[in-house]
């Protein structure tokens, strides 16, 4: 079976600072990763998928992640937030070569504050 | 190029009514899922319909059911209305097997209120 835990439920930042968003998974076999975005009372937006190649992958509204095979991770990253970024995050996991069924960490409530 | 829509955006029902929930994929996708999120949580999946069947199906009671239509559209019923059933209800197209990228695109949502 597969997991994903993301390992801060909420994370406050700074306008303009840097922010990570962590996340790791645990599956016996290959995985897709995503990060997805829900901003208040709508649905989730993709903003990157890690599919195969590279491990960094680059997003929409400048987000990247990074995929970690060893580590089981896929810690999604932007070196400069606004304003508009406050919403909530969540990561997910799919399985390669399989259904289009994704499993969602508990999400992470990025505040970004003036 | 409409993306997924879903109606009603929002309603209210009480304890042991029935309610139906209407899901359009996005043009040139063919397969449906649907979530339950409830208030604070995660995404939860409920079933997914593929080629008018139910393909696979997340750990929800009976009482959840559904319909894919030859057009891909799809419906979500719940039966026996619970508290608990409160949430707002994501409906999530994606192509067919053979395009599969594992992307999901989602809906705005169905937000079910039971009182």
Avoid at chain 2, 35 to 47: H, K
Avoid at chain 2, 55 to 76: I, K, T, W
């Amino acid at each position: 079976a597969q997991s994903v835990t993301q390992l801060d439920s909420q994370v406050p930042v700074f306008e303009e600072a840097p922010v990570e968003l962590r996340c790791n998974y645990s599956s016996s076999v290959s995985v897709y990763l995503f990060w997805y975005v829900q901003y208040p009372n709508q649905g989730l937006q993709l903003l990157l998928k890690y599919l195969s190649g590279s491990t960094l992958v680059k997003g929409i509204n400048g987000f990247e992640a990074e995929f970690n095979k060893s580590q089981t991770s896929f810690h999604l990253r932007k070196p400069s937030v606004h304003i508009s970024d406050t919403a909530e995050y969540f990561c997910a996991v799919g399985i390669s070569g399989g259904y289009n069924k994704l499993i969602f960490g508990a999400g992470t409530r990025l505040a970004v504050h003036p | 190029d409409a993306g997924v829509t879903q109606s009603p955006t929002h309603l209210i029902k009480t304890r042991g009514q029935q309610v139906t929930l209407r899901c359009s994929p996005k043009s040139g996708h063919d397969t449906v899922s649907w979530y339950q999120q409830a208030l604070g949580q995660e995404p939860q999946f409920i079933f997914q319909y593929y080629e008018e069947e139910e393909r696979q199906r997340g750990n929800f009671p009976d009482r959840f059911s559904g319909h894919q239509f030859p057009n891909y559209s799809s419906e979500l019923n719940v039966n026996a209305l619970l508290l608990g059933d409160s949430a707002l209800y994501l409906c999530a197209s994606s192509p067919g097997l053979e395009q599969y990228t594992g992307e999901l695109f989602f809906g705005e949502g169905s937000r079910l209120t039971v009182l």
